[in-house]
T-cell receptor
Framework: AQTVTQSQPEMSVQEAETVTLSCTYDTSESDYYLFWYKQPPSRQMILVIRQEAYKQQNATENRFSVNFQKAAKSFSLKISDSQLGDAAMYFCAYLSHASNTGKLIFGQGTTLQVKP | DVKVTQSSRYLVKRTGEKVFLECVQDMDHENMFWYRQDPGLGLRLIYFSYDVKMKEKGDIPEGYSVSREKKERFSLILESASTNQTSMYLC????????????FGEGSRLTVL
């Protein structure tokens, strides 16, 4: 069975600085997707960024980028130029390409604090 | 915009009560999910449904049941609430196409006394 591990329960960053959130996963599959979701306080969880395992190029979305290391089964999220609105809980998630149901496996979450 | 609406943001119930959590989505999504969120444990899947009247157990279905009579509505039922079911419950939906993008509701925080 696949597992996703986020070993940093809490992180903090100064506004305008860069922070990296870590995620590791375990799978025997070669084809899968990885995601970072953001859950702001008292608001809906939203998708931040998506990576397909067969793509070597790291995904980027504006200030958000990932460092995908397939052999190491590592998938970290880098937030550049951190803003107060980035404060949230961030979840790493895994989806098997073989899944036809869209069932994601989530990590434990990392709470990010942004200091002004 | 996709909207997933959960009927109650906060509920307080007593042990043994029957609890209904309702979720409605307006994007004609085939898939709907109920997750439970607990500190340090992340999100764990309780049940999901890929079509009307179709359901499958997730990782922690014990003590829960679900109902999907209409495509847009997915209900989570706690037949006899217990204190260990105190948690945040998140509903999500997605298209059948396997993109992995889930659309979430705001969550229902349930306290069982």
């Amino acid at each position: 069975a696949q597992t996703v591990t986020q070993s940093q329960p809490e992180m903090s960053v100064q506004e305008a600085e860069t922070v990296t959130l870590s995620c590791t996963y375990d799978t025997s599959e070669s084809d899968y997707y990885l995601f970072w979701y953001k859950q702001p306080p008292s608001r809906q969880m939203i998708l931040v960024i998506r990576q397909e395992a067969y793509k070597q190029q790291n995904a980027t979305e504006n200030r958000f980028s990932v460092n995908f290391q397939k052999a190491a089964k590592s998938f970290s999220l880098k937030i550049s130029d951190s803003q107060l609105g980035d404060a949230a809980m961030y979840f790493c998630a895994y989806l098997s390409h073989a899944s036809n149901t869209g069932k994601l496996i989530f990590g434990q979450g990392t709470t990010l604090q942004v200091k002004p | 915009d996709v909207k997933v609406t959960q009927s109650s943001r906060y509920l307080v119930k007593r042990t043994g009560e029957k609890v209904f959590l309702e979720c409605v989505q307006d994007m004609d999504h085939e898939n709907m999910f109920w997750y439970r969120q607990d500190p340090g444990l992340g999100l764990r899947l309780i049940y999901f449904s890929y079509d009307v009247k179709m359901k499958e157990k997730g990782d922690i279905p014990e003590g829960y049941s679900v109902s999907r009579e209409k495509k847009e509505r997915f209900s989570l039922i706690l037949e006899s609430a217990s204190t260990n079911q105190t948690s945040m419950y998140l509903c999500a939906s997605s298209f059948q196409t396997n993109t992995g993008e889930l659309f979430f509701g705001e969550g229902s925080r349930l306290t069982v006394l």
